[in-house]
């Protein structure tokens, strides 16, 4: 898995991930973009890629498209439309994209042409983060465990629950 940090000007969403998957048919990967806000590191994406591939290995995957799959671990949450806030939306913002297969390399090579480059993954603002999982600052301050290791259980708790 290879990850793609950037900001992003997004006119039509429906475009933008259409472009995200001609670039993964051609590579042969799947493309899923966050918005960068909601994703708490680097850990929490490769644990829903690693989720996400081993659900299409058991054939226990929920939707049809591996990076739908990524979306679903991701945001911990078995509905698509409830995942989709963690995707991108119109307007300006910072994404992180995750590109997984065997092209990934050049894939997130042309995913970076859609990018200005910038640094993501490192936002002061956990607010998204604590609505979007249901983490309280109580619940933090309970455990040795950092933000990403809640949000990684979170991710892992899916499969629990399909």
């Known amino acids: 898995m290879r990850l793609v940090e950037g900001s992003a000007s997004v006119a039509d969403v429906n475009e933008f991930v259409a472009r995200l998957g001609d670039i993964g048919d051609e590579f042969d990967c799947a493309i899923q973009a966050f918005d960068a806000g909601y994703v708490a590191g680097r850990a929490h994406l490769e644990s829903a890629v690693e989720h996400a591939n081993r659900a299409f290995e058991r054939g226990e995957n929920v939707a049809r498209d591996p990076a739908v799959e990524i979306l679903l671990y991701a945001a911990g949450r078995r509905q698509i439309n409830q995942a989709l806030e963690m995707g991108v939306s119109e307007g300006e913002q ?11 390399t050049a894939a997130s090579a042309a995913v970076s042409e859609l990018l200005t480059p910038e ?34 259980e979170r991710v892992a708790l899916l499969e629990v629950e399909k």
């Open 119 to 152: 640094d993501t993954l490192d936002a002061s603002d956990r607010e998204p983060i604590f609505e979007f999982f249901s983490i309280s600052e109580r619940e933090l301050a309970a455990t040795t465990a950092s933000l990403t290791d809640i949000v990684r």
């Open 94 to 104: 910072d994404v992180v994209v995750a590109v997984d297969g065997e092209g990934e």
